[in-house]
């Protein structure tokens, strides 16, 4: 290996040391080395076998380098220019998700339209190939079809990438209609602290299944005999869980009601496709969903996504940022109006067009044109709350925001343990955030953005934050490893480019 190599890797190792928070000592007690080894190994002073690189790579839970294009993905970013002109925002990843795991209760075949090409979708396409449903992309417009096998091969799942998502959860509410006994992996996805599985437990015991969790796995078993006689109430207002048990409801004879069910985008969408299943759902947009279940469910169904919220705040950040006026197209005005509220009060310049429904004949959508403006922060504290409020998404996008604004801003995340922290990292680009405790940042600005190098922090909204700041920043940066990027944009650096931005992909070695 050459010596400029052996240099690139063993930057590589010494950044993904630090990610990971360990000392070099650390790093050596886990190989059975030396200190004084792998601070040679970091300096490109040591030759490296690949069995050395591979035990490192394990060690730190990180591929260091790879051949062809599958190593990780990083961005090189030439800050400080002006974007410009219209983008249109896609389909959301969390409907995508929801609607994948619930073609599983459809025997016929499903046809999803301009489902967004992403990991997190990649992801549960590999579990579901695993598992013997037939999954096609139609055309260049992402449309994509779907059938099941007559019988699953649930033994044969994908358990690594069904790791990788916390979307697998999701496979509960469907498989329980399917199977007595079945077994689900832990699920992962970004590091936003301790989130709770309980709600989807607690929502779907009262229809009949027990989980016991050893061994990375949820082992599941459905008792049909158990009747539901009142309705289920949900401990928290979550999304997923609320989709979990209108999948398990969706085929079960009789009335199933759900009380503090959560009434956001993605279970919008749900809800409308089930009816499109010919399941029968009222109160859809509300926190009491009624359905009447349908046993057996065997149609040719075509459905329809609706926008991403939060792809469509993650562009009015990029807008705001680099002090720029950009046109966001097909914006879900519904799950964005709170957010547009705060940002009024905080000076923003905006323009709001006509409405009009999404193709999936409910969701209003409007185009925003942002334009550059001298933001405030505001006056009280900003923080989330589940639909109708800020969005949880959101929230780390007002981070980057009030970096921008003038005076300081205080931003309340009480519900991710794990994701304000994260943004601190915007203070290697310049900006000034403290973080007050784990829930709660002071951002003071405005901030003189200046370029750098940054490894994704492993959250996907954190990440954007970043990468929206490297915009704005002078000079040239580096984000690396964006997979968690990826996991919920399609193509981001390439529809940020065409609003004149200058971001280059490149890979490892
Ligand atoms: C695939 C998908 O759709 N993911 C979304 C979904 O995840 P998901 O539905 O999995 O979100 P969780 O149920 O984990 O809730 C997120 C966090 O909020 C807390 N919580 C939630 C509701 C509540 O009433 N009280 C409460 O404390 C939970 O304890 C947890 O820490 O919803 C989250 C919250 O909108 C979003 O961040 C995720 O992008
Ligand atoms: C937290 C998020 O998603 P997930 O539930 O997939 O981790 C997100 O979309 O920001």
Redesign the pocket.
């Known amino acids: 290996m050459s010596e400029e190599y052996l240099r690139r890797i063993g930057g590589l190792i010494r950044d993904s040391r630090k990610h990971r928070g360990w000392t070099q000592a650390q790093l050596a007690e886990v190989l059975g080395t030396s200190q004084s080894a792998i601070n040679r190994i970091e300096h490109g002073q040591q030759n490296l076998s690949l069995e050395m690189l591979a035990r490192i790579g394990d060690a730190l839970n990180s591929e260091i380098v790879s051949l062809g294009t599958s190593g990780p993905m990083h961005l090189r970013v030439v800050g400080g220019r002006e974007l410009s002109g219209s983008i249109d925002v896609k389909t959301s990843k969390?409907a995508g998700?929801?609607l994948l795991c619930a073609s599983l209760l459809n025997k016929g075949r499903t046809t999803l339209r301009k489902v967004a090409r992403i990991e997190e979708v990649n992801r549960i396409l590999e579990v579901l190939n695993s598992i013997g449903v037939r999954t096609r992309w139609l055309n260049a417009s992402n449309d994509l079809e779907i059938v099941p096998p007559a019988r699953l091969d649930l033994d044969n799942m994908d358990v690594e990438a069904a790791r990788r998502t916390?979307?697998i959860l999701n496979f509960l509410g469907p498989l329980m209609n399917l199977e007595d006994r079945f077994k689900i992996p832990y699920a992962g996805g970004c590091d936003l602290g301790t989130?709770?599985v309980e709600?989807h437990m607690v929502a779907l015991r009262k229809l009949g299944l027990e989980v016991k969790a050893t061994g990375g796995f949820y082992h599941a078993e459905v008792d049909r005999s158990v009747k539901v006689t009142r309705p289920i109430v949900l401990t928290?207002?979550?999304?997923?869980?609320t989709e979990n048990a209108l999948m398990a409801a969706a085929r079960r004879e009789g009335t199933t009601v759900i009380r503090n069910a959560s009434p956001?985008y993605?279970v919008q969408d749900l809800c409308f496709f089930l009816t499109k299943l010919g399941v029968g759902i009222e109160g859809i947009g509300t926190t009491t969903l009624t359905v009447h279940g349908v046993p057996d469910i065997d149609v040719d169904v075509d459905y329809a996504p609706s926008e991403d919220p939060i792809e469509a705040m993650s562009l009015i950040a990029a807008a705001i940022v680099t002090g720029s006026q950009i046109t966001i197209r097909r914006a879900p005005i519904e799950f964005l109006e709170i957010e547009l509220a705060v940002l009024e009060e905080m000076g923003l310049d905006y323009e709001r067009g006509e409405e009009y429904l999404a193709a999936n004949g409910h969701t209003r959508l409007v185009d925003l044109t942002i334009r550059p403006s001298q933001l405030r922060a505001p006056i009280d504290k900003i923080h989330p709350m589940?639909f109708p409020g800020l969005?949880?998404?959101n929230l780390p996008f007002f981070a980057v925001i009030a970096a921008t604004a003038h005076g300081t801003t205080l931003i309340h995340d009480w519900?991710?343990e794990n994701r304000a922290i994260h943004l601190v990292e915007l203070n290697k680009l310049g900006a000034r955030v403290r973080l007050a405790d784990p829930h709660r940042i002071y951002v003071e600005g405005p901030t003189r953005w200046s370029g750098t190098e940054v490894i994704c922090p492993p959250a996907l909204r954190p990440a954007v934050c970043i990468l929206l700041a490297m915009l704005a920043a002078k000079g040239t940066s580096v984000l690396r490893n964006v997979y968690v990027i990826n996991r919920g944009y399609e193509d981001l650096a390439e529809r940020l480019n065409l609003l004149g931005a200058k971001i280059e992909t490149f890979r490892d070695i």
């Not at 928290?236 to 869980?241: F, K, Q, V, W």
């Open positions: 969390n998700i929801a916390r979307t989130r709770t709600p928290e207002r979550s999304d997923m869980a956001n993605m589940p969005n949880i998404d519900v991710y």
